[in-house]
């Protein structure tokens, strides 16, 4: 299963879904809407489907040849075809802290990690980089530009398939220095507990926050994402800055491969800021009247008087 996409490798489905019986023949749409349902395809939608065949090694089924077969080519898009056969899958939201006190408890309580180094430096890249979990597991050393400080995310491992430019503030740059003599030598910023030639496991950052008393209605890895998003929005920072950091922006074609950089020199500023304002909102939590139980929730000094660095040009 070598080549083919993690989603694909963990799925039982997989061995059992019949690509390259719509690859040898001209399986129409009703013979492909039977075996999905009777395996109870677990993705749960058409596009997602669609999509997920498509990045099989098999090739693209519409109008495309389909790699394993050289020649074969599919007369009509049956994929296409199943738009409304299947249930739509129900929308998740993925738990995340956003109110100020609350960020600066889990940070707080990261800074208590006492379970492996690893899993708790990558808990405290998590809310700076604010990437996808999956883009944070197999970040890669040969990835990161400490001259521009800049880690250059590439194409293939981003969700929409476009190259990806996360500026790194002071405190990153720290951080991967503290980091660099324990996997400097691997593969990847953040390995696996087993084998350093695999990524950290899908699992590891979401059970770290399970043992920090977080649970999965209160905070996921992929929260990061969505805690930035929010309170960079509240600190006045451009809204097309903050989605072109999400890598929100623009998908298809040509313009896509050059927007990529778009907004990076407010990107830099609003990446240190944000750093600095993390650092804010650890520092202001009372250590002396956290609560643990159950969840990690804690109050905060908001009387503390900074200097504020950490606004935006809207504010």
Not at 121 to 144: K, Q, S
Not at 244 to 251: N, P, S
Not at 293 to 304: K, L, M, P, Q, R
Request: glycine letters at 8%; charged letters at 25%; a positive charge.
């Amino acid at each position: 299963m070598r080549g083919q996409t993690p989603e694909l490798q963990s799925s039982l489905y997989y061995a059992q879904f019949p690509f390259d019986e719509i690859c040898r023949t001209r399986m129409d749409s009703a013979a492909l809407l039977l075996p999905v349902r009777n395996i109870g395809y677990p993705i749960g939608n058409s596009e997602e489907l669609s999509h997920a065949v498509r990045r099989a090694p098999l090739g693209r089924l519409s109008g495309k040849p389909a790699g394993l077969y050289g020649s074969t080519h599919a007369e009509t898009d049956v994929l296409g075809q199943l738009r409304g056969a299947l249930a739509p899958r129900k929308t998740r939201h993925l738990a995340s802290v956003k109110d100020p006190k609350r960020v600066g408890a889990l940070l707080k309580a990261i800074d208590g990690y006492d379970g492996r180094l690893l899993t708790k430096l990558a808990l405290r890249f998590a809310p700076m980089v604010f990437v996808r979990p999956g883009e944070l597991r197999h970040a890669a050393w040969r990835d990161f530009d400490f001259l521009q400080r800049e880690w250059r995310i590439p194409a293939n491992q981003m969700k929409a398939r476009q190259p990806h430019i996360v500026p790194l503030s002071l405190q990153a740059m720290a951080l991967l220095c503290e980091l660099q003599p324990l996997t400097g030598e691997s593969h990847f910023l953040f390995p696996g507990e087993r084998s350093a030639d695999r990524p950290m496991s899908n699992n590891t950052l979401n059970a770290a926050l399970r043992r920090l008393g977080y649970g999965p209605d209160d905070m996921t890895a992929h929260g990061f994402r969505s805690m930035a998003s929010t309170l960079l929005n509240e600190l006045g920072w451009s809204s097309d800055a903050i989605e072109r950091q999400l890598a929100h922006g623009e998908r298809d074609g040509v313009r896509a491969v050059y927007n990529y950089a778009q907004y990076l020199p407010e990107r830099r500023r609003m990446m240190q800021a944000w750093s600095d304002y993390l650092d804010h909102l650890r520092s202001t939590v009372d250590c002396c009247r956290a609560v643990h139980e159950g969840n990690a929730v804690a109050n905060a000094d908001s009387d503390s008087q900074q200097r504020v660095t950490w606004l935006g040009p809207r504010r």
